[in-house]
């Protein structure tokens, strides 16, 4: 079911957006209230969620293994990107409805949107926590971005206290 949604080719010139072109909301990020975006480019939308940081903005208070930790997850989000995909934006077990091993439904489409590939499983982990084994579950239906989950976990650790 996702690897068709992901499988969906992006509208011409898309951004970051969300399904209808307009703005987006994701209740992980702290200043995303009431919206944010949309943004026309992938790089737009890390600018916007680190705050514009750049690494030349080195503070004295950053120890050296966590400016190395921002040099590289700013290195990674300026980089090159390939075209958003439809993603979700909130997988989490509440949302998906299970009868007997098969999935029959998924709900509450409220932060869907066109993303870049690894906000859906960047985004369902993020309630490991409160979940206990969810991280496994999620292997199950999603590819892993290890590369990328620790740039997003970066970002959340600096920018969405």
């Known amino acids: 079911m996702l690897q068709e949604l992901r499988s969906l080719p992006p509208p011409p010139g898309v951004g970051i957006e969300s399904c209808v072109g307009g703005s987006l909301r994701d209740s992980r990020i ?3 209230w009431p919206r944010f975006g ?7 939308f890390h600018q916007w969620l680190r705050r514009d940081f750049r690494p030349e903005e080195r503070s004295k ?3 050296d293994q966590d400016w190395e930790d921002l040099k590289d997850m700013v290195a990674k989000q300026d980089g090159p990107w390939p075209p958003p995909v439809f993603t979700h934006g909130d997988l989490n077990p509440s949302n998906i409805f299970v009868r007997g091993n098969r999935v029959v439904g998924i709900i509450d489409w409220e932060f ?10 960047t985004s369902a982990w993020y309630g490991h926590e409160t979940r206990q084994g969810w991280e496994k579950e999620i292997l199950n239906f999603l590819d892993p971005y290890p590369e990328e989950l620790k740039m997003d976990l970066t970002r959340q650790r600096w920018w969405d206290i």
Do not use: I, L, M, N
């Open 30 to 32: 702290a200043r995303s």
């Open 61 to 63: 208070y950053v120890d």
């Open 112 to 121: 869907a949107g066109w993303y870049p590939y690894y906000w859906e499983y």
């Open 38 to 44: 949309p943004f026309k480019t992938t790089q737009e």
